[in-house]
């Protein structure tokens, strides 16, 4: 009774280390005599069972490290994928002959992946194939965002070893409506004298002139000593002469009192549309030669852009969400601050310019730059000591006020846009032709009438605006 009990106790112990060693749901490859059989998928660090309908004696791997073998039976083989790669399996019967070769190719086990990505993008489309030992995603989602998700969470199962064949579905193109503002005023002040002095005494004579106003030119010194009209001789503003004699000696005072002000507005409004993730670039103004010396010893000219400069490239992250890389200049020439060598002259420039990344929706505007300038100088101008005076000493003085501000605004707007037909969009010539030579002469036109010039529908609408027209693209 003990022999029946101790045999059953052993063959349980050994089903159970078979269920162990083959585990539950492992797939199964039937291997026919004579034949050469099918590729064996086997997931890495997975198991599959591989059924023989004759008796093998010997079994072998080409590449142990791709997968390991062990025989569960004289008709069953477990196999154990351990490395993404190919390589070949080997049966052998008990006479040495070739039962059959088995091409075994272990890959990344994309179950988990498959069942992580359902629950993270639920929704999308994505396709998750297997390629050599890596990992090929198709399809097409609904923004780069879910794309870049998709990404990152497969560079997590196959490093390094990913294909993305994904597309990006909805409008990818951006356009950007950027409106360049600014206002410079200046306010400039002065008041200045002089006093000038001529004539004879102890038997010499005296000719001389104070202050730092116009008297420092003896010309003009002498124009009003000697009784003339020194206003209509000068292109001065804002000038009083006195003059009188004192006997032998005569004296002259010259007042100069100047205040000018200044306004300059600039306004661009450049609009470029860009792929999504491509860069786009607007330049509204010139270059300016500068001379640079070369190795040689020579002069080579460069040219330096100035005006309204814009470089940006748009993402679209999301169905509406817009990620821009935003750099806008605004430069001009400053004659004012001179270079001279070499017998050129050079002027410097004057620049302001912005770079930021801002995110924002289909349609929604930021002021991305604000600058407010404000310069201040005071200057006065003295007769040592005789400024000094109280009252009289104004007549020894200059005094000088300048007071310059500049204010530059950036706003920003971004559209989602698609293509649109030809047929929706009209130029600005559509609105201004070179008149014939009735109308110029005859009329006093300076332009003709276009027979072209469409009438009806959108562009017909755009041809009756003064300036500007439609950017060939649809607003979404």
Same mark, same amino acid.
């Given at each position: ?13 050994? #089903? ?5 060693? #083959? ?58 994928? *351990? ?30 992946? *498959? ?30 965002? *879910? ?29 950007? *409506?950027?409106?360049? #503002? ?295």
């Amino acid at each position: 009774m003990r022999l029946p009990r101790v045999l059953a106790a052993v063959l349980t112990g050994a #089903a159970l280390s078979l269920g162990i060693m #083959a585990p539950a749901g492992a797939q199964t490859l039937r291997v026919m005599s004579d034949t050469t059989a099918n590729d064996l998928n086997v997931p890495m660090n997975r198991a599959v069972v591989v059924e023989s309908d004759q008796p093998f004696a010997e079994l072998s791997i080409a590449n142990p490290a791709i997968a390991d073998i062990s025989t569960l039976s004289d008709r069953t083989i477990y196999v154990l994928g *351990k490395a993404p790669g190919r390589t070949t399996l080997t049966l052998l019967n008990a006479e040495g002959r070739l039962i059959t070769n088995v091409e075994v190719q272990v890959t990344p086990d994309i179950t988990e992946f *498959k069942e992580r990505l359902r629950q993270i993008l639920p929704g999308e489309p994505i396709e998750v194939r297997t390629a050599n030992d890596g990992i090929v995603l198709s399809g097409t989602v609904s923004s780069v965002t *879910k794309l870049d998700r998709a990404l990152d969470l497969a560079q997590r199962y196959a490093p390094e070893r990913v294909s993305n064949l994904m597309n990006v579905g909805g409008t990818q193109q951006v356009m950007l *409506k950027v409106r360049f #503002a600014e206002v410079e005023r200046s306010v400039s002040k002065s008041l200045s004298s002089s006093v000038a002095l001529s004539g004879t005494a102890a038997g010499g004579d005296i000719g001389t002139s104070t202050g730092n106003g116009v008297f420092a030119d003896n010309g003009a010194r002498d124009n009003v000593l000697g009784g003339n009209d020194y206003t209509s001789q000068t292109s001065r503003e804002g000038t009083l002469e006195l003059g009188f004699n004192a006997g032998a000696l005569q004296f002259a005072v010259l007042l100069e009192a100047l205040e000018s002000e200044g306004l300059v507005r600039t306004l661009a409004e450049p609009n470029l549309t860009a792929l999504s993730g491509q860069e786009a670039s607007f330049l509204a103004g010139g270059e300016y030669p500068i001379p640079v010396s070369d190795e040689d010893g020579g002069v080579t000219i460069d040219y330096k852009p100035f005006g309204v400069e814009l470089a940006f490239t748009p993402r679209v992250v999301d169905t509406d969400v817009i990620n821009l890389q935003l750099n806008a200049a605004v430069s001009g020439i400053d004659s004012s601050v001179t270079y001279q060598a070499e017998g050129f002259s050079v002027s410097s420039f004057r620049r302001r310019e912005a770079s930021t990344v801002v995110e924002l929706r289909d349609g929604e505007s930021f002021a991305i730059a604000g600058l407010l300038e404000d310069d201040f100088q005071d200057l006065k101008g003295q007769v040592p000591w005789l400024g000094d005076v109280p009252v009289l000493g104004a007549l020894f003085r200059s005094s000088e006020y300048q007071r310059s501000q500049s204010e530059l605004v950036i706003i920003i707007t971004a559209h989602l846009v698609t293509p649109t037909r030809g047929e929706a969009l009209a130029m600005p010539t559509d609105r201004i032709t070179p008149p014939t030579e009735s109308e110029l002469f005859l009329h006093g036109r300076t332009s003709g009438g276009n027979p072209r010039r469409p009438t009806r529908g959108a562009a017909g609408e755009v041809a009756k605006q003064d300036f500007g027209g439609s950017y060939g693209y649809v607003m979404e």
